[in-house]
Structure formats: structure tokens, C-alpha cells
């Protein structure tokens, strides 16, 4: 199986920071990577789909990068409702694999 | 609004069986791939099992192999996993969710459902 490992597994951060959360795979998985928001008490919200590609809703203040095996999530300037945890998903294989999370904490 | 609603969670003895089910409107849900994904109190997300659009492949997660069947009906835009053999670790909620098009690739996740919660004790 694909092993996803992301970093930081918390950060603490300021409204109106630029935050950046690493994912990395154990192989390639070319640009088949995901990337999504959860809320406390809500299911996950599809945020970046193939790397790069900003989901139909989301801010334009997120976005994302990479291929390969390395990956990262940018928040250009984050605002209150963005406090919240982060996965990172393959979609390289069928059976799909997760990162263990990013909590996103207001400082 | 495309929407998918789970159904069926609850309070099983270790060993006991469930069975979930996923109901899906607004959209054509025999084109999607289809997964079950749980999360643990307290823990990360962990994907399940997925089914393809016609139903004849299914994947799974090792850790429930042999005790869990992913199944759809399309006729009835339902998407259901049978739990059997079930374990305190299989205690979480659990969401369906549309996947993509293709085998890979394209399998992100959107939308989700609200989730059901399934707990395993005596």
C-alpha cells in the first residue's frame, strides 16, 4: 500500500498568515493527490483534487502543488473559518490511502 | 443538490453484524465509483472499500477483509456494507462517498454524507 506522511501534525497559526502543510508519499503517485478541510462534528470537504485543481466553491486562497511523491497545501491568508484539520488522500490506486491529518490551531 | 444520507449505524456486541446503507439523489449514481471511509473517535480519516459503477470489482482495506462486502443497487441509488465478525477497532463513523469516473486517478472524494456512527461493545 501507498503510504501517505504529512508535516506538520499540528500548527499553530495568526488570521492572515500564509500556512503551507507537506504530504508525501512513499511512491510516486503522480498528481493523483487530494487534499481536504474537516471540521469538529462534520465530514471531511473536498478542497484541491489532482494536485491542483481548486474544487467548484472554495476560495481561491487555497491551493495546491507538486507530483511525484511530494505535495503541499498552501493557505494564502488565513482567515477564522479556516481553523480546522487537513488530510491528504491518493487516488493513485484503488485502494486508497489517507495522511494522518494536519490540525490547523488559531495561535 | 446531489446529497448521499447514511443509515443503519448503532450498538453491536463484538462479533455482531450491521448493515449500512447509503442512500444518493441528484445525481447519476450508476457513473461514480462508490466508498465507505471511517474514522475512529478521535483519529484520522481511513478509507474501506470501494465498489465500480456496475458493481464487478470491489476493493478493500486488509483490516476488513473477509468480515465486510461492499454492495450497490443502482436501480435503488444505494450504495450498502455488510459488517460481520465486528470488532471493538471497527467502532467509528463511517461516510459514503462519490468517487470518481475511472479506477484511479480520479477517485477524489465529493460529496460525502453526514456519517453514521457504529460502536462495538458489550
Known amino acids: 500500500d501507498i503510504q501517505m506522511t504529512q508535516s506538520p501534525s499540528s500548527l499553530s497559526a495568526s488570521v492572515g498568515d500564509r500556512v503551507t502543510i507537506t504530504c508525501r508519499a512513499s511512491q510516486s503517485i503522480s498528481s493523483y493527490l487530494n487534499w481536504y478541510q474537516q471540521k469538529p462534528g462534520k465530514a471531511p470537504k473536498l478542497l484541491i483534487y489532482?494536485?491542483?485543481s481548486l474544487q467548484s466553491g472554495v476560495p481561491s486562497r487555497f491551493s495546491g502543488s507538486g507530483s511525484g511523491t511530494d505535495f503541499t497545501l498552501t493557505i494564502s491568508s488565513l482567515q477564522p473559518e479556516d481553523f480546522a484539520t487537513y488530510y491528504c488522500q491518493q487516488s493513485y490506486s484503488t485502494f486508497i490511502t489517507f495522511g494522518q491529518g494536519t490540525r490547523l490551531e488559531i495561535k | 443538490e446531489v446529497q448521499l444520507v447514511e443509515s443503519g449505524g448503532g450498538l453491536v456486541q463484538p462479533g455482531g453484524s450491521l448493515r449500512l446503507s447509503c442512500a444518493a439523489s441528484?445525481?447519476?449514481?450508476?457513473?461514480?465509483?462508490m466508498s465507505w471511509v471511517r474514522q475512529a473517535p478521535g483519529k484520522g480519516l481511513e478509507w474501506v472499500a470501494n465498489i465500480k459503477q456496475d458493481g464487478s470489482e470491489k476493493y478493500y482495506v486488509d483490516s476488513v477483509k473477509g468480515r465486510f462486502t461492499i454492495s450497490r443497487d443502482n436501480a435503488k441509488n444505494s450504495l450498502y456494507l455488510q459488517m460481520n465478525s465486528l470488532r471493538a477497532e471497527d467502532t467509528a463513523v463511517y461516510y459514503c462517498?462519490?468517487?470518481?469516473?475511472?479506477?484511479?486517478?480520479?477517485?477524489?472524494?465529493?460529496?460525502w454524507g453526514q456519517g453514521t456512527l457504529v460502536t462495538v461493545s458489550s
Open positions: 462517498a462519490r468517487g470518481g469516473i475511472a479506477a484511479a486517478g480520479s477517485n477524489w472524494f465529493d460529496p
Open positions: 441528484g445525481f447519476t449514481f450508476s457513473s461514480y465509483w
Open positions: 489532482a494536485a491542483s
